[in-house]
């Protein structure tokens, strides 16, 4: 009985002279120990006599390396607690093991190669990836992301965007997903983590720790709100996140499918802080009550419309950017020009 990688001649007749040799050298080349792939044949050889003959009781199977002999033995329980053991026949047996050991030692070395690649993606959690829109089924997108494959469900795709096959897309790596047959990982655009890294990725400043994201609030394909700072004087953080004559914030644009960006100055001065984050409309004055944690806006009343944004939105991105509860209240002006 001859062991063989993917792709190698299946012996005809079941040869048994070479097997301890054959296991050594393979376990050698891929790295793993000879007693686990040992019990790894074993216990497949176990699973087919039992498919193929149905015995009795609970079946192992021993396996001589040097022989190539197997024996089998199944064990029973009797009700009155005495334990049966009984050897099998093996005869029969011997061509279909042959086949039985070889496939449980190529799935073995699979699920090896498999969760290797599952370890190191693991590491790299978090991060952008890029790849291929390999296929789409039932709303969920399959990406193409070399040694493993992104799947990226409904929710964490960008509403309205169509995403078809073959065609380039950056992702966010979230998490390894199970998958008996194949290395998979969870992805995403829609997160607010995909909106940083690629802030990150097109802002230098940021790379360097001189520009900090500081809170992102995100309702995907419609807005978005990122609050930034510095580290350092005379950085201006906004400016940096925008660009020379806006190229920063149009990439990030164009790589949300033009979804609404705004960014603004993060303040430890909460008053300052949700002023700012209900842009573009101009608060001309807020007031905080801690212990609720509400922030009382008021607005010219011609800028209402625009403070809590169509259906809420900017009042509600403004809230979750802040972590404050916002009320937002006419004043007696009736500005209606925005900053």
Not at 8 to 21: D, H, M, V, Y
Not at 275 to 294: N, Q
Request: net charge negative; proline share 7%; charged share 25%.
């Amino acid at each position: 009985m001859t062991l063989s990688r993917a792709g190698s001649r299946s012996p005809s007749e079941p040869s048994t002279e070479s097997l301890g040799e054959a296991l050594t050298a393979l376990c050698a080349e891929v790295g793993i120990p000879f007693e686990e792939m040992l019990h790894t044949v074993e216990t497949a050889l176990a699973a087919a006599y039992v498919r193929a003959f149905n015995p009795a009781g609970f079946v192992t199977v021993k396996l001589d390396t040097k022989t190539g002999a197997l024996d089998v033995r199944s064990r029973l329980v009797r009700p009155d607690g005495t334990e049966v053991v009984e050897t099998l026949p093996a005869d029969n047996f011997k061509r279909m093991a042959a086949q039985t050991a070889k496939h449980a030692v190529l799935r073995h070395i699979h699920d090896l190669e498999r969760e290797k690649v599952l370890r190191d993606v693991a590491e790299h959690r978090g991060e952008l990836a890029s790849g291929i829109v390999d296929r789409v089924e039932a709303g969920t997108v399959f990406v193409d992301l070399g040694r493993i494959e992104g799947v990226m469900p409904p929710e964490e795709q960008i509403p309205g965007e169509e995403l078809h096959p073959g065609r380039p897309v950056l992702v966010v790596i979230l998490e390894t997903q199970h998958n008996p047959r194949e290395a998979q990982v969870r992805v995403s655009r829609a997160a607010r983590s995909f909106v940083h890294r690629l802030l990150e990725a097109e802002v230098p400043e940021i790379q360097a720790g001189t520009v900090l994201i500081r809170s992102i609030a995100r309702e995907p394909g419609l807005r978005t709100k990122i609050a930034v700072s510095a580290t350092e004087p005379g950085i201006d953080p906004v400016g940096a996140c925008v660009g020379p004559k806006g190229v920063r914030h149009r990439a990030i644009l164009s790589e949300l499918s033009n979804e609404h960006v705004d960014i603004v100055p993060w303040s430890d001065d909460p008053e300052a802080f949700v002023a700012a984050s209900l842009g573009p409309a101009k608060a001309e004055s807020v007031s905080i009550d801690r212990t609720t944690r509400t922030a009382t806006v008021l607005v010219p009343r011609g800028q209402l419309s625009l403070a809590i944004g169509r259906e809420g939105q900017n009042a509600r991105l403004a809230a979750k950017l802040t972590g404050f509860r916002i009320d937002i209240k006419p004043s007696d002006s009736d500005d209606e020009t925005a900053p």
